[in-house]
């Protein structure tokens, strides 16, 4: 089992081109696992108790709460970054492909 991405792909003329293709592929599931990675902690900080109060030094009790979706935003725009460059990656080993096989003719 060979976790290389096009694996399957050859070339003669165009390494760079499959090469960059295999990285950027790589690169795109990184910033995929990375992307869910956000969300997920996002979830759980939000899901967790509030934080304790906290004094300002007036007196006054100022609640401090961690309820943001930056880092859900953060997540969903890796993911969506992840798949444009998986869509760019998959269309450069299609271009590898297709000049292999004209190559052969």
Same mark, same amino acid.
């Given at each position: ?17 499959? %090469?960059?293709?295999? +990285?950027?592929?790589?690169? !795109?599931?990184?910033?995929? @696992? /990375? ?5 997920? #902690? ?26 943001? %979706?930056?880092?859900? +935003?953060?997540?969903?725009? !890796?993911?969506?970054?992840? @798949? /444009? ?5 998959? #269309? ?14």
């Amino acid at each position: 089992m060979n976790l290389l991405p096009y694996s399957k792909i050859e070339t003669r003329n165009l390494r760079i081109l499959l %090469y960059s293709a295999r +990285f950027i592929a790589l690169a !795109a599931a990184a910033v995929f @696992v /990375l992307g869910v990675a956000l969300i997920v #902690f996002n979830i759980v900080m939000n899901l967790s108790a509030p934080l304790p109060l906290e004094d300002d030094g007036s007196g006054l009790r100022v609640v401090v709460t961690h309820e943001s %979706y930056g880092m859900a +935003f953060g997540g969903v725009v !890796a993911i969506l970054i992840s @798949v /444009l460059a998986f869509v760019f990656s998959g #269309f450069c080993a299609a271009v590898v492909s297709w000049e292999h096989k004209l190559s052969l003719k």
